[in-house]
């Protein structure tokens, strides 16, 4: 094809003109930097240079003046418009100053237009946002502080050697179930609790204050290396500490009006260390949410301004020039947000329900909301998942191409299911994002074929169809 077939008629605003001649500005937009005494500059790059276009066009025919006056009226309309440009196709721009409009006597029926355009482009305006995980992060250090200064009020100063005596063991057994519920979960945190087990016949009896106490206990969590493990260590992590703070063995025992004054003096501090060990590990808790991987499975890592997550190098044409859909495998899921955020939730209610303490209730309330909008933040931009089981053996990109009817998504769906293999996808349940799901399975799925089917395939894609419709896809 000849490069005059393939221009294009121009006009703008829909009213048509002829095209005499046309240039057009592009580039970039830098600036120098000379220094002296130094023989080399530094160019800083400013971003695109704005595209400009000076076009030198005409309208010819019986009726020129009528062309000129419709043309006329378009250009001087405000805002943007639709240019058809000979060359470049279809472009948004702006009228560029003024136009000239000239006719010349030998050139009967014919009217010349000087004009300029200028691409629209956009307006955008700062935007701001809450930094929720470090509003949370500090709130996490708002309730350590408060936990030490309730920890003001425990003291054994004047009770009997047994009482004490028997405070130390309670505060023992309490300090050996956090060791053996950490066991399984972070070896780190286990043989610190053991080492703090020992610890507590010189950290608890007068003079001591207590807060070395709290220091030691805050220390002890701090202890293992779950920062180092993946989203699922964190979120197991995250609740353990719930369950421990909500287990039966740290519960406050009831002081009552019938009791000694040494039995009601012993539970007394029995229940400031119990209290002490449950909002300390509460805290351990929501603060691993803040460590969580942000998710970024919605937009690609160039357009989220993290770093790009490690895919693996499939090759089709399908994928050419299409953009990039990456999801972070060490993002948690959906599903596991839920279940944290429920479970920290509970813990927390339980824990305000049972502290005596106003400073702490209210730091306590104030890590809930924090704590919530942080999860409702992740949530918005984590996918839902549903579990479909595939009709046989194929390569990541004809699957993803059938189900999303994008190819591009094949990256997405090899990270989530970790397949080790992008061109044999296994025969085993795989978890697919919701996210333009639903609706392209119940365009493919007939309602006749999906109550008649005789295999398994419609069959499974009803599966999916149902479960991704009452997720509210």
């Known amino acids: ?23 057009s500005t592009g580039g970039r937009r830098v600036e120098t930097h000379e220094y002296p005494n130094r023989d080399k500059p530094y160019t800083e790059d400013l971003g695109k240079v704005t595209f400009r276009s000076s076009i030198t066009a005409y309208v010819i025919g019986d009726d020129c003046y009528e062309q000129r006056d419709a043309l006329k009226e378009a250009l ?13 196709g279809e472009l948004s721009v702006c009228v560029d100053g003024e136009i000239r409009i000239s006719t010349i006597k030998t050139e009967g029926r014919m009217v010349r237009f000087d004009l300029r355009f200028v691409e629209e482009g ?21 309730l350590d502080g408060c936990i030490s200064d309730a920890f003001d009020d425990f003291g054994m100063d004047g009770l009997a050697d047994f009482i004490q005596g028997d405070v130390i063991g309670q505060a023992g057994e309490m300090v050996g179930y956090v060791s053996n519920a950490m066991n399984m979960v972070d070896e780190g945190v286990s043989a610190g609790a053991r080492l703090l087990q020992g610890d507590i016949s010189v950290l608890l009896p007068p003079p001591s204050s207590g807060k070395g106490f709290i220091e030691s206990l805050q220390k002890m969590w701090r202890t293992g290396n779950r920062l180092y493990g993946n ?37 007394e501090q029995r229940n400031y260390v119990a209290s002490a060990i449950r909002t300390t590990a509460l805290s351990e808790a929501v603060y691993t949410v803040t460590s969580l991987p942000a998710p970024s499975a919605i937009t690609s890592a160039s357009s989220s301004g993290q ?26 899921s959906w599903d596991e947000l839920t279940v944290v955020r429920d479970t920290l ?14 400073r702490v209730f209210t730091a306590l309330r104030r890590l809930k909301a924090d704590l919530n909008a942080d999860l409702t933040q992740r949530l918005r931009q984590t996918d839902r998942t549903v579990t479909v089981l595939p009709i046989g053996i194929e390569p990541a990109v004809v699957l993803a191409a059938r189900v999303y009817d994008d190819a591009s998504r094949a990256s997405e769906i090899i990270q989530r299911n970790g397949i080790a293999h992008p061109g044999f996808v296994p025969l085993q349940p795989l978890k697919l994002s919701t996210r333009q799901l639903a609706w392209r399975v119940i365009q493919q799925v007939d309602q006749d074929q999906l109550y008649t089917a005789k295999t398994s395939d419609w069959l499974r894609w009803a599966i999916a169809v149902e479960k991704a419709c009452s997720l509210g896809f």
């Open 1 to 23: 094809m000849a490069w005059k077939d393939r221009l294009q008629n121009a006009s703008f605003r829909g009213v048509p003109f002829k095209v005499e001649d046309e240039d």
């Open 76 to 88: 001087n309309k405000s805002g943007p418009g639709t240019l058809i440009h000979p060359s470049f």
């Open 122 to 142: 956009e307006l955008s305006y700062p935007t701001s946002g809450s930094a929720t995980a470090q509003v949370l992060e500090s709130s996490c250090s708002a």
């Open 231 to 267: 989203a699922s260590d964190l979120i197991t992590m995250a609740k353990t500490l719930s369950g421990i703070s909500l287990g039966k063995d740290l519960a406050p025992r009831g002081v009552w009006k019938t009791d000694s004054q040494s039995t009601r003096s012993k539970t």
């Open 307 to 332: 770093s790009p997550a490690i895919v693996a190098n499939v090759s089709h044409p399908a994928l050419n020039n299409a953009p990039t859909n990456t999801v972070t495998p060490d993002a948690p």
């Open 345 to 358: 939730n509970q813990a927390i209610v339980k824990e305000m329900e049972r502290t005596t303490d106003d």
